[in-house]
């Protein structure tokens, strides 16, 4: 198994940034991709980002520019630096982690960005 633990949302005013952070901890073999979804209230989950071992990005048009996926993988950790956050961003932001093609997901964090 492995455990996932958020830490770094929080309340910022439009326009503010917020850094997210994800470690990962547990049964550890070889961990692939690394990314970020979000789920606003009423709406499905949506990719935010990902980042592969090798360091390839992806990006949802609605983040690009202004979020940058990075991982560490000595620490197991990947991260998500918001800048430029706007309204629309609040959401619970969810870590995920795939090892052996099986999916890891994080409790999430809230993020919420005041107008």
């Known amino acids: 198994q492995v455990q996932l633990v958020e830490s770094g949302g929080g309340l910022v005013q439009a326009g503010g940034s917020l850094r997210l952070s994800c470690a990962a901890s547990?049964?550890?073999?070889?961990?692939?991709?690394m990314g970020w979804y979000r789920q606003a209230p009423g709406k499905q989950r949506e990719l935010v980002a990902t980042i592969t071992t090798g360091g390839t990005t992806n990006y949802a048009d609605s983040v690009k520019g202004r979020f940058t996926i990075s991982r560490d993988n000595a620490k197991k950790t990947v991260y998500l630096q918001m800048n430029s956050l706007k309204p629309e961003d609040t959401a619970v932001y969810y870590c995920?982690?795939?090892?052996?093609?099986?999916?890891?997901w994080g409790p999430g964090t809230q993020v919420t960005v005041s107008s």
């Open positions: 995920i982690v795939t090892q052996r093609a099986y999916p890891y």
């Open positions: 547990g049964t550890i073999f070889n961990i692939n991709t």
